[in-house]
């Protein structure tokens, strides 16, 4: 057999579908966010400014992270040494799971090395411990959630997204004694739309589902004390297991849940994607741990952070662009092509040096490709001009279709 055959082909197949990642290499400057270097195959340098990163307030060069991140490393020094049982249980990781408990009001919380493993991790376990479990699952779901549904073996049903009404007539047609979970996310990345969370967590309740929350785009965004659109709402206490990462808003890396002390304690003895990996660094725990602390006292980057996002939407809106009509802090801008968005987004970066990548199928459905903004605290008012120009040109060059 031709093996290199084979993985050639597969990766003609994507090119032939402009599906194909091609990876920016940036160096952010540290102070200096939104603005980056990028570096060049060639080995050339460029000036670019960020429109697309999940560090949606910065806080990956706050002072107050980046100083508990030096002083982590000159206590502790870099690395775990260890999964959590063999001696990787550092100190840095057990105060952080404390923090993240009490932000969501919950008995216990726990850490994992990514968003991805803990939505994996923790959606596998409980449906290989729950007999007979089935999972509702909304079809937007990210990812993670997918693989984690998945991996649990067990049966799923897709819900149409956000709708009440499908999620309830699949909920009648199981039996009453059937365990049932019910999977969704506050916050909508692509979209930027917010689940009902509150009509979700009642028809719990009526047919006897646990609830399960992916809050990865709301943690540190939302809620007095950026414990989520659920805490925003107050609905934390009706959510079951609530799941967030600390690399996004946090700026940091890792991920975790919160829940009762039995269903962490579960997850904790029986996922695999939990036990059997390194501990997250006590570095990157300290930083993510002084980031969790400072949003949870600080409402300035949230409020900053929602003007940014109105500010923008609205200038780009004035200018007839086709921005989907959001109720978050998630500007998409609709392209509905895979290879006009790639073209689009090459020209912002090699023609204005904006770097927005290019948002495609699988990540979201075909013909509804688009650019995904995510303005920051940081993005000011002359880079909004800068990059609303830039967008008004590129939209002219390429002929793209203007707001309805
Ligand atoms: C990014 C993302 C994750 C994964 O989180 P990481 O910490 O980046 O691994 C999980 N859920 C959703 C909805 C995400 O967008």
């Known amino acids: 057999m031709d093996y290199d055959q084979v993985f050639e082909q597969a990766l003609l197949s994507l090119k032939e579908e402009n599906r194909y990642r091609v990876f920016t290499e940036l160096g952010r400057h540290a102070g200096e966010f939104p603005k980056a270097t990028r570096h060049l195959p060639n080995g050339q340098e460029q000036d670019v400014t960020i429109w697309c990163s999940n560090d949606y307030l910065g806080m990956g060069q706050h002072p107050d992270v980046l100083n508990a991140i030096k002083a982590a490393a000159d206590k502790y020094g870099a690395g775990a040494g260890g999964t959590r049982n063999i001696s990787g249980n550092t100190h840095m990781i057990c105060e952080l799971e404390r923090e993240l408990a009490d932000l969501h009001g919950k008995e216990s919380a726990l850490v994992f090395t990514s968003g991805f493993v803990s939505n994996d991790a923790t959606l596998s376990t409980l449906g290989k411990l729950l007999p007979g479990c089935v999972i509702l699952s909304d079809e937007l779901n990210h990812a993670s959630m997918i693989d984690g549904v ?7 049903i897709i819900f149409r997204h956000n709708d009440v009404r499908d999620l309830e007539d699949k909920l009648k047609s199981l039996d009453p004694n059937q365990a049932k979970i019910i999977a969704f996310e506050s916050v909508y990345s692509m979209d930027g739309d917010i689940s009902p969370i509150k009509e979700f967590c009642d028809l719990a309740d009526e047919y006897g589902a646990l609830t399960y929350l992916d809050e990865v785009h709301a943690v540190g965004l939302y809620g007095p004390r950026g414990g989520g659109v659920a805490e925003r709402e107050g609905l934390m ?24 002390s039995n269903i962490v304690d579960a997850i904790r003895s029986y996922a ?15 930083g993510a741990l002084a980031s969790v602390r400072h949003l949870k006292l600080s409402q300035i980057e949230r409020e ?95 002929n793209l279709r203007q707001a309805a």
């Open 150 to 156: 998945r991996h649990a073996g067990c049966e799923k």
């Open 272 to 286: 695999s994607g939990f036990i059997f990996t390194t501990t997250l660094s006590p570095v990157m725990s300290a």
């Open 304 to 398: 900053q952070h929602q003007e940014r996002a109105a500010t923008l939407k609205k200038l780009l809106t004035e200018a007839g662009m086709p921005v989907l009509p959001s109720v978050t802090h998630i500007v998409p801008v609709m392209v509905y092509d895979a290879e006009l968005c790639k073209q689009a987004s090459d020209m912002l970066l090699e023609d204005y040096g904006i770097y927005l990548q290019p948002i495609n199928y699988p990540t979201v459905p075909r013909g509804s490709e688009r650019l995904r903004i995510t303005p920051t605290p940081f993005h000011n008012d002359a880079m909004m001009a800068e990059l609303v120009g830039a967008l008004k040109d590129v939209w002219n060059r390429l």
């Open 237 to 260: 206490d009706r959510i079951t297991i609530m799941e967030g990462t600390l690399g996004k808003a946090f700026g940091v890396v890792g991920g975790f849940i919160t829940s009762t």
